[in-house]
């Protein structure tokens, strides 16, 4: 093991990996600040309560990344890894849908409970597709056999439809679409011809046509109440501001208050039982309500930068399962953003998908951190393929 850091620290990734201990720390500090009232009100304990627990899952996510970063990313091509990965995906995606609930009664059953944590192993999808898909593609890369559809598209579309079904039948649209657009980045970063990518998008739209037909046949289980209130908030929030387009409503009173400048931090008003759980997926907008233009500024930025980063590792890479990897997981880090901030701000409708790094939760911390120390680990292994040419 020393002799391994000794070899490769030396291009160790610096300005990546304190992007991403930032954004943590400053995530954790907006966390404490945005749910104080929430824990103390609503739950009648402590006011650090949301505070210890997200410690203790960035404490977690620290062992993540540490455990993402040594292994070697080229060892998740062997056969056993490529054959655990999907087994662990499946069998967790399997017992949500025997086992699964709702901590928060939103219709979707997408946690599975341990009694001393819940899990939500659709996050673990994100990243067991990138690994999954990059290993898979790259060894039919080496083979010459990337463009024969029957054996190097078949198997990992086949992975990917099983996964995207046990989703769908939580129903999580959101993760659904999520994991779709990275699959869809990994392929696309694969180097197969434009033709097969051109096919697996005809598949993936006959899919989704027999998805919205299902959805049709099944729409009085599936359109709830709940779910066709998000859809008209997301239309029109003000209309039913009292009720489904509360939240949106008050975020965008966040933002508005907290002009450039913000009030300071610890000032929100929002917080103060008006933005229900504000320390989840609406933490932007108390961000943006304390701190102002320059808060979000600081978020976006250190988001960007990562995203910019692993597109940049994904370009300069010459292995192919490198430039998948890091491709698959800027673009997970750079569309969950988006989909966050998109909700938050009614450009497209609320999914619950939490600010990566910002917001409270343990699942998504901690794998977004085993991603991190993956990509870190391709970074090392890039820089050092191409300082020695």
């Known amino acids: 093991m020393k002799t391994y850091f000794k070899k490769y620290m030396k291009y160790f990734d610096y300005p990546l990996f304190f992007t991403y201990v930032l954004l943590c720390l400053f995530g954790l500090v907006m966390i404490y600040s945005a749910s104080m009232f929430w824990a103390v009100n609503t739950l009648q304990t402590t006011p650090d309560y949301f505070y210890k627990k997200q410690l203790m899952n960035l ?232 701190l102002g233009t320059f808060g979000v500024a600081i978020v976006l930025f250190g988001l960007g930068f990562i995203v910019y980063k692993a597109m940049r590792i994904a370009i300069k890479a010459k292995d192919p399962m490198a430039r998948m990897i890091a491709a698959g997981i800027g673009s997970w880090i750079g569309i969950q953003t988006f989909i966050n901030v998109g909700g938050l701000s009614g450009i497209i409708p609320l999914t619950g998908v939490p600010l990566p790094f910002i917001s409270y939760g343990g699942t998504s911390v901690i794998l977004l951190s085993l991603a991190m120390g993956i990509l870190a680990n391709v970074s090392m292994m890039v820089k050092k393929d191409n300082n020695q040419d």
Do not use: C, H
């Not at 898909?133 to 060894?139: G, I, L, P, T, V």
């Open 59 to 290: 404490t977690i996510a620290a062992v993540a990344f540490l455990i993402g970063f040594i292994i070697p990313y080229k060892r998740y091509k062997d056969r056993k890894m490529m054959m655990l990965i999907i087994a662990t995906m499946l069998t967790l995606l399997m017992s949500v849908f025997l086992f699964g609930y709702s901590p928060d009664n939103s219709g979707a059953k997408s946690w599975l409970n341990f009694g001393f944590a819940n899990f939500q192993p659709s996050e673990l999808t994100k990243l067991g597709i990138i690994l999954y898909f990059s290993a898979f593609f790259a060894k039919k890369k080496e083979t010459g056999k990337l463009d024969i559809i029957n054996e190097s598209i078949m198997p990992p579309l086949l992975v990917f439809g099983t996964a995207i079904l046990f989703i769908g039948l939580e129903p999580d649209l959101g993760a659904i679409g999520l994991i779709t657009l990275i699959a869809l980045s990994v392929m696309a970063a694969s180097g197969m011809k434009f033709s097969t990518f051109s096919k697996i998008i005809g598949w993936l739209i006959g899919l989704a046509v027999i998805g919205l037909i299902g959805l049709f046949i099944f729409k009085d289980s599936f359109f709830t109440e709940r779910r066709m209130g998000r859809l008209k908030a997301y239309l029109d929030p003000f209309t039913d501001a009292d009720a489904f387009g509360y939240q949106i409503v008050n975020g965008y009173y966040a933002i508005g208050s907290g002009g450039v400048k913000g009030l300071g931090l610890g000032q929100s008003v929002q917080k103060l039982g008006y933005l229900p759980e504000p320390q989840t997926d609406f933490i932007l907008a108390i961000i943006s309500e304390e």
